[in-house]
């Protein structure tokens, strides 16, 4: 009995509809890198996932929200509370 060949990292196919310049811009990364056009989408979706998660943290959005602002007294001992209140700030919660 043959032995059954197992692929790691299973690709999913995608369909995707480009405009022109999309395209253009798809091919000339993928001849300027020398990849193909899937690795430069890869690349790109990873790329936006780092990006996009980057403006996510909780602790970077209240320092922000701190910035030029007097700091409660309690910071060092109530990081959670206020970090909390910070996070149910932006997701539009109710205190």
Do not use: C
Not at 16 to 26: F, G, K, N
Not at 33 to 46: D, N, P, Y
Not at 68 to 73: E, F, I, T, Y
Not at 75 to 87: P, R
């Amino acid at each position: 009995m043959a032995k059954k060949r197992v692929r790691s990292g299973v690709r999913d196919p995608i369909q995707v509809y480009l405009t022109a310049a999309e395209r253009e811009e798809l091919d000339r990364l993928a001849s300027v890198h020398r990849i193909s056009r899937a690795e430069v989408l890869r690349r790109g979706i990873r790329s936006f996932g780092l990006e996009s998660a980057a403006g996510k943290s909780p602790v970077l959005d209240l320092m922000s929200e701190l910035k030029g602002n007097d700091w409660p007294a309690d910071l060092a001992s109530g990081h959670d509370s206020h970090l909390a209140d910070a996070y149910r700030r932006k997701s539009g919660e109710e205190e």
